[in-house]
Each structure stands twice: as C-alpha cells, then as structure tokens.
C-alpha cells in the first residue's frame, strides 16, 4: 500500500500556486547562475581567442579555432542532445504548447557547455537563445524532481525562460513579456506570477555577479536622441527597410536550414565544424572589430566612423548568421538580429544627417534593433520594452512604436509568422491554434466532475463485510470513514493480496490510510497528474478532512467527451444512418470482420490485410462504404446512387477470388463514426479493421475523430493499420508497454502473421529513467507464446530511452522491420495529456507500417 502521508502533509502546507512561488524562486536563481557562467564562458574562450589571433595568422588562428569548436560543439549536441542543436527557443515553445519535446538537466547541460564552444569558437550567433533553453530545461527538471501537475509545470518553464532571458539582458519586464507574448500568450495570474518572480531574481543575480550583460544606456547618454516631427518620414523608412529585412531574413534562415539538411547532406558534427571554418576565415579578413563575436556594443560605437562600417556590418552579420545557424549551431538569434537592426538604423541616420542634420545616427540605430528585432519575432510590446531597458532612453519610446509598427506590418505582408513558428514548421511541428485537450480539461475542477453521492466503508467492518461489500457494488474500491471523516481508502485488489491467515483482521488492517486526495477546486489536470503518477484509478475529494465527492479516470473521460468529442459537431443532432444497399453471402457463423472503405488507393490493401485475418479466424468480410450528407438533409430521404460503387464491387470480386464470405453495404450517415458502431450493432461485428493517415490537426484528437469515438464506444476490437507499403509485411515489431492493449497485439499477431507467411519477429521493450527495474518477465512470457503458435523463435530485445517513441523507430531502422505493433488504448487521451501522442509520433518518424489494436 502506499503510503502518501507526507505528500498530503506537504500538499496541505504548501498549496500548488504557493509551491509553484516558491519554484520560481529557485528557478530564478538556477537560471541565474547558468546564465552567468554561459556569458563568463564566452567571455572567457572569446577573449582568448582574439588574443591567439594578433599574437600571428590570425587567417589560420581565427578559421582554425573556428573549426575545432565547432566539431566539438557539434559532437556534443548530436552525439547526447539533437534537442539543443539550433536556439532552443522553438523547441521551448513547442514544450508549452504540449508537444513532447526533452527538457531536462541533460539538455541544459549540453546546451551550456555546446553553446559556450561554438560561441567562444566565433560563430556570429547571440547567447539569449540558449539561456531561455537552459533556464526552462532546469526548471523542467526542477518540476520532475518536487513533482507538480502539469499546468503548474507548464508554468514553471515559462518562468525558467523568462528567467534565462532577464539574466541574459538584464531585461526582467522584457522577458516577462515575450514569456507572455510569445512562448505562452496567457496573461493569467499564475503565469505572471512565477514569470516575474523568476525574471527579476534571475536578472539581480546576474547583474550582482557581472553577467557582461548588453548595456546601451552610455550611447544613449552620450549621443542626443532627441526626437522631432521632420524625424518622422526617416522612422517611417526605417520601418519599412527593418519589416523588409525581417521577412527576407526569416526566409533566408529556412533555406539555410534546407540547404544543409537537402544539399550538404553531412552529420551535425561536420556542418558545425563547417560553418567555424567559414566564420573564422570570412572575419579574418575584416577589420578587428569583427573579431570578437559577442561585442555588439563595440560595434556600435564604432559605427561612429563611417557609414561603411555599418553597411559591411549588416551584410556580414546577414550572412554568417545563414552559415552558422542553418548548420544547426547551438546559439540564438537574438544578438545577431540586433545588431543588423543597429546597422540598418545607422544607415538610415546616415541619410537623415545628411539631408537634416537633426539626430545622430547612433538614435536611429538603437531604434533599428527593436525594428528589426520585431520584424523576425513578431512580437512589437517586447521590441519596444527591451530596448528601453537596453539604453533608459524615455525619448526612444515615440521613434520605437513607430518604426516597430511599421516593421510589424510590413513584415506581415511579406511574409507571415514568427521566425519561431516558422522553425517548427520546418521540423514538422504544428502548433495548435485553439486550446489542446489538456487546457481544455484545465478549465474544469474536480468539484464540477465529481461524483457527490459516495458509497462508502466504515473502518471497524470485518473483512467478511468487506467482501459482501464489494460483491453487492460495481466499484473497485471505497473511501473509508470514521466519525463522518475520511481516514482511508481500500480497493479490491487490497483484498485480493490478503492472506489466509488475516481471516481476522478488519478493514482497518487493510486500508491505505490518509489517502491521497484533491480539493474540489483543483483542476482536472492536476487530478490527471495524480492518477497516473501514482497509478491510481480514483481520489476522494475533500474539503479538509469531509468527503465531499469521488472522481475516477471513467468522470475525466466523460469530461473529455463533453468538452471535444462528438457533443462539439455543430448543426442538428445527427439521426440514425440508413441502409440504401446492401449483398449478403453465405455465412460461417464463426464471426464478423467490418472493413470500412474510403480511399479507392488503400482499400485494395486494406482488403488483403482483412482477407488475412479472415481466413485465420475464419470470418465472414462485412465492406463498408458510408455517404455523408448535411445534417439539414434526412440520410433516409436523401437520394443516392450507390450501384456503381467501385469501392464495393471490389470487395466482392476480392471475396470471390480468396474464397471468402463478403458481405458488402452502403449507409447514408450525417456522421460515419455513428454509422460504424451501427453497423457493428445490426450486423454483430467482431473485428473492425480499418485505415488511419498516420497524425490528426483535430485539437484535442488522438487519433482522429471517428477513430478516437470508435476506440471508446466500439464492443469489438479495433485495428488501425496506417499503410506505408503494398505488400504484407515480412519483418514485424512488436513495443510491449505491459498494457492489455500490447496483450491482445501479440494475441492478434499469429493471424497477421498467416497471412504474410513471415518468419521474423521481434518483441521489444523500451525502458525510460522512470520505469521500474526491468524483469523480463512480459518479454518472454509473449515470446514462449508466439513461439508455440508461429513454430519459430522470436527474437526479444530490451533497452533504456529517454524517448519512447524515437527509440522505437531507431529499432524499426536498424532492423530493417516493415511493420510496428502496438496497442491503442481506450483511455489513451489520459495518458497523451501527460506522455505525449507516442502512436502519432511513431506514425509520423517510421517508415514502417504501423497496426494499432484497441481492446473492448
């Protein structure tokens, strides 16, 4: 039994909005300190490479260095973290969107150490990126280790990139607001709180311990920056030019990314290595000023020369900036946005000098880094905070929200999307536009979900009571009560474990005591937290010690279907489908096999796979084709005509070629998931084999909307086969999880298997940090099992990943296997809303064949 007394005794001192206040305060200085020494790092390695370069050579110095730290910074991020390759802000903001991207101490050390490589080594890139990266890592790891619900976790990491970000600027308000503009847009105040906390302690810590942060206040000081009406035209130019270079500049980056990754062709190692060579030997050739990598501010100042310098600037920080990051080097690009912003403006100041003589050009170039800065992020507010906080300079706020709008317009108009979108994009990342399930279900408490009427057990019952108990109800365990208070809870299995020589004990003996509970005003995320992390299948609700309520995983997913199930179609209710055609051959009477068929290009495989599992169990094909039609259409007055379908006069002339019973039918439907499960009612269906595409847009989906309605409600099994080949596959990986679901897989594999006459098969387990000690017992167990029923041995093998679903694909690669087998459960929102979409993700690296089956 476990025993959660001081969870409860530390939930109760501490509530989940003051843990999380207390988090930020940590993460505040964690991030800090490794902002701090990322920036000593630099500095450090930096220094000493100028100086190597005027000691001679600096042709074979600078190009040299360039290379070997980029070999090692490159070694390292593909060899242990491919995650820290790149700025590392898109993968934080594809965490707080939900998807399963690693973030954790090992990406935050990898990506210090790498970032302080390559940047020290000279590539032209900025260190912002890898201190959000390493801030939101730490507090990642942070929130595994005091273990928090997932949206207080979401917030967390928010906070620990606000706080890389303040340490690296000394910025606190501006890396709030890009945590709220950009990473989270959210404004609640649980995420404005740990933001805050964390941005302003890690910026003091920063500043205290002398993070070398940008300041501009001296250039300001030092140079007028007054503002005047004949300025504005300039501003206006100054605007369009930034918003024209943003878009140019986001697009550049993506055909940088593509041409390293279509043309080159290399491992990350070498194109890092690559690009350091490049670097190194481009800023050799350039004034000295070039040389050090970080020194934006020296470079400013010494735009005071000439407008040459400035232009020389912009094209060689434009396109180093290509080399370095489209080889996937670990570093931001904050700094190099910056500093092309500050040349365009001196050039525009230039001009204006020239012609009005009114403001220094050092005013326009301060304007031009919020310019250009807010045409590749697009993200105007902290454009215009952060180089306020940059110089102190109040006279810059009017120049910077009208060269900012403009840049923000015009950028739009070129070409839409934050640089930060834009990468995901690349990656294959899809960002959802409208709430995921998990912020869906965050709105809701467990007090709106729970169930208030409560069966339950007084402590003193003898175990004999118990059992009756239990044998009278449905439910598999019950909160224990003493004086109208709860004070434990019990479950059948505690029954089961009992020995016979406890014949005397009572229920006293055998409950958990001070169980694990939640408030009814917690969210459903947090409760979601608590029943998988610990394993649970229900949490009494109370108010102190009063039980005022019971929530199981059965109430979240009822909760789930509400919120984006089939109750979200718009329009009237659907009416029941309606049979417009329909053949009948001779019966078998063993079972039923309903293939629905859409796709004219897959059904002919998909009929070989149903005629394989036919002839196994030797079933009856049932061929499905559903015609949907508005909801304002009645499906039994709506005139179709289904004759000529091609779909079903192929599966008849299948069935007649294998020697099998197919039964074909047409239904008019407003809804083909409701017209499934009625087929499977009417026709008593026992398997449903049918395709899947592999990944879903649907916000909340797993699998898609028909396939996640027929996963829950079908009382059949269900198998979802996502083709990637022609023939039946050979070679076959079977992931065993432990699950009923990879049970029934291995139970269904013998029939697949008949059909494609394979020889090969391979059970495999795949072990995270978390999971238990691995015993083997499941591994053989199966392997004896499919062994008796093949005649052959199968080949078992188990590993340790911190990626479930990359390790598998590695495997499939490997092996060279032609299909995966996995097992797709009912209840498998639950466990994506905390573990990822591990089916999809499979579905969209692998290019093997991948066969879903979901027990009833």
């Known amino acids: 039994m476990w025993d959660f007394s001081v969870l409860k005794r530390w939930r109760l001192f501490l509530p989940p909005k003051q843990l999380a206040i207390v988090q930020a305060c940590l993460i505040g200085l964690v991030s800090g300190l490794a902002a701090v020494l990322l920036s000593r790092g630099v500095g450090w390695l930096g220094t000493w490479r100028v100086q190597a370069s005027y000691l001679g050579f600096p042709w074979l110095v600078l190009p040299g260095l360039g290379l070997l730290g980029g070999l090692m910074a490159g070694w390292l991020v593909e060899r242990w973290a491919p995650e820290a390759a790149g700025s590392g802000i898109p993968q934080v903001k594809a965490g707080l969107a939900g998807v399963p991207i690693p973030l954790g101490l090992r990406v935050a050390s990898l990506k210090l150490v790498s970032g302080m490589l390559a940047l020290g080594a000279g590539l032209p890139l900025g260190r912002e990126g890898p201190t959000v990266q390493v801030g939101a890592a730490l507090a990642a790891q942070l929130s595994r280790w005091v273990p928090t619900a997932p949206d207080y976790r979401r917030q967390l990491i928010a906070a620990g990139a606000g706080a890389g970000l303040a340490a690296a600027f000394n910025t606190p308000v501006a890396a709030v607001l890009f945590v709220v503009e950009e990473l989270l847009k959210d404004v609640s105040g649980l995420t404005l709180g740990p933001a805050i906390l964390a941005a302003f302690i890690g910026a003091v810590l920063s500043r205290v311990l002398g993070g070398q942060s940008l300041d501009l206040s001296l250039i300001a000081l030092v140079n007028h920056t007054g503002f005047g009406v004949m300025e504005i035209p300039f501003y206006l130019l100054l605007g369009v030019l930034a918003g024209i270079l943003g878009a140019v500049f986001n697009r550049g980056i993506l055909a940088s990314l593509d041409v390293n990754q279509r043309v080159l062709k290399l491992g990350l190692t070498l194109r890092v290595g690559l690009a350091g060579l490049v670097c190194g030997l481009v800023i050799s050739m350039l004034p000295d000023v070039f040389r050090n990598s970080s020194g934006l501010r020296e470079i400013l100042v010494g735009l005071g020369a000439n407008w040459h310098l400035a232009l020389l600037a912009l094209a060689v920080q434009f396109g180093l900036t290509m080399v370095a990051y489209g080889a996937g080097a670990p570093g931001g690009l904050f700094a190099p946005t910056l500093l092309m912003g500050s040349s365009l403006g001196y050039l525009v100041g230039s001009l204006e000098q020239h012609w009005l003589g009114a403001t220094p050009p050092t005013a326009y170039a301060l304007v031009g880094m919020g310019a250009v800065f807010c045409a590749v992020a697009r993200v105007p507010i902290t454009a215009i905070v952060i180089t306020f906080e940059l110089t102190n300079d109040f006279n810059l706020i009017l120049p910077l929200m009208i060269a900012c709008a403009v840049s923000y317009l015009v950028a739009e108009q070129l070409y839409k999307g934050s640089l930060y979108d834009i990468l995901l994009e690349f990656q294959g990342i899809q960002l959802p536009s409208t709430p995921t399930a998990s912020q869906q279900l965050g709105s809701l408490t467990a007090g709106e979900v729970m169930q208030s009427k409560v069966e339950t057990l007084d402590r003193h019952l003898s175990l004999k009571e118990v059992r009756q108990a239990f044998s009278r109800s449905h439910h598999r365990g019950f909160p224990v009560m003493e004086d109208g208070l709860l004070v434990g809870i019990v479950a059948q299995s505690d029954l089961d474990r009992l020995a016979e020589s406890s014949e005397g004990a009572t229920l006293a003996d055998i409950m958990t005591p001070q169980p694990l509970t939640v408030r009814p005003t917690d969210s459903l995320t947090e409760v979601l937290y608590l029943l998988n992390r610990y394993s649970l299948s229900r949490l009494p609700v109370t108010e102190g010690r009063r039980l005022v309520g019971i929530i199981t995983r059965s109430d979240i997913l009822r909760a789930e279907v509400d919120l984006i199930g089939e109750g979200s179609n718009l329009g009237p209710r659907p009416e029941p489908s309606y049979v417009v055609y329909q053949t009948r051959a001779p019966a078998t009477g063993q079972g039923r096999l309903l293939v629905p068929l859409v796709n004219p290009r897959t059904a002919p495989y998909l009929l070989r796979w149903a005629g394989a599992l036919a002839r196994a169990r030797n079933y009856e094909l049932e061929a499905l ?232």
Not at 643 to 662: N, P, W, Y
Not at 696 to 711: A, E
Not at 757 to 771: A, F, G, H, R
Request: charged share 20%; aromatic share 4%.
């Open 625 to 856: 084709h559903v015609i949907l039609v508005p909801r304002t259409c009645s499906p039994a007055e709506t005139a179709v005509d289904p004759s000529a379908d091609a779909l079903l006069q192929q599966a008849s002339r299948f069935g007649r070629q294998e020697g099998l019973s197919v039964h074909t039918q047409v239904r008019v439907a407003h809804d083909v998931a409701q017209a499934v499960l009625e087929a499977i009612k009417e026709r008593r269906i026992d398997l449903v084999l049918m395709g899947w595409k592999g990944t879903t847009k649907t916000p909340g989906r797993v699998f898609s909307q028909i396939v996640d309605t027929l996963i829950r409600q079908a009382p059949c099994e269900v198998i979802l086969v996502n083709l990637k080949g022609t023939d039946l596959p050979q070679r076959w990986l079977v992931p065993m999880g432990g699950g009923p679901n990879a049970q029934q897989a291995v139970q269904l594999l013998p029939a697949l298997l008949k059909g494609s006459k394979s020889d090969s098969v391979t059970l495999c387990q795949v072990l995270t940090p978390e999971t238990e000690p691995f015993t083997g017992q499941v591994l053989a167990e199966n392997a004896r099992f499919l062994e008796a029923q093949l005649g052959h041995p199968v080949t078992t093998l188990s590993l340790c990943a911190r990626s479930v679903p990359q390790a598998v694909v590695q495997i499939a690669r490997e092996g060279d296997f032609e299909a995966i087998v996995l097992g797709a459960s009912r209840e498998r929102l639950l466990q994506k809303l905390v573990y990822g979409n591990i089916p999809e993700e499979i579905a969209r690296l692998s290019d093997c064949t991948l066969v879903l089956v979901s027990t009833p």
